[in-house]
T-cell receptor, first 114, second 112 residues
């Protein structure tokens, strides 16, 4: 059973702080890792993806991947109230059967306090 | 580009009624997906189509059927709706390779 685990939160951070969101996955051979942002009542929006160990930065967002420890994280610097949303972690399994599927975590709700 | 579009946005059905949810994408993606999202359950894959002409079951296919009409369109049919199918349904399309997926706006379905 492939699993992606996230703390459901809510995670509350003050405006301007760094928000740290974490995700662990069970399938060691997983290939690709994604972070989606979902505002209440809206659809998931892809904000970051990472394929290789290490850090990947895009503006205020940094994705971190550690395949040996099977975790992926998302850092949001200078958090803004507009970042308040649920963040979904998604994992692509190894090549082969099922490789077109993503397994989603249940999401972490982030609240940025002005 | 409109991206991924879904119709209808909202629907209320009575138990036993049937309906088809429509999805279209204009990004020339090969793969398309149907998910449902329920509180506390996260996103769960119902069916997917890796390419035109193929469809496969996901995690929760019972009670649903799909049709990949052409490369752009992927529909989801509920033959006999049940209250357990009350949910928000999302269609997504994806790139080959690493499988980034892009979501439509969703359909909120209530079955009474």
């Amino acid at each position: 059973q492939k699993e992606v685990e996230q703390n459901s939160g809510p995670l509350s951070v003050p405006e301007g702080a760094i928000a740290s969101l974490n995700c662990t996955y069970s399938d060691r051979g997983s290939q690709s890792f994604f972070w989606y942002r979902q505002y209440s009542g809206k659809s998931p929006e892809l904000i970051m993806f990472i394929y290789s160990n290490g850090d990947k930065e895009d503006g205020r967002f940094t994705a971190q991947l550690n395949k040996a420890s099977q975790y992926v994280s998302l850092l949001i610097r200078d958090s803004q109230p507009s970042d308040s949303a649920t963040y979904l972690c998604a994992v692509n399994p190894p090549r082969g059967a099922g490789s077109y599927q993503l397994t989603f975590g249940k999401g972490t709700k982030l609240s940025v306090i002005p | 580009n409109a991206g991924v579009t879904q119709t209808p946005k909202f629907q209320v059905l009575k138990t036993g009624q049937s309906m088809t949810l429509q999805c279209a994408q204009d990004m020339n993606h090969n793969s398309m997906y149907w998910y449902r999202q329920d509180p506390g359950m996260g996103l769960r894959l119902i069916y997917y189509s890796a390419s035109e002409g193929t469809t496969d079951k996901g995690e929760v296919p019972n009670g649903y059927n799909v049709s990949r009409l052409n490369k752009r369109e992927f529909s989801l049919r509920l033959e006999s709706a049940a209250p357990s199918q009350t949910s928000v349904y999302f269609c997504a399309s994806g790139l080959a390779g690493h499988n980034e997926q892009f979501f439509g706006p969703g359909t909120r379905l209530t079955v009474l």
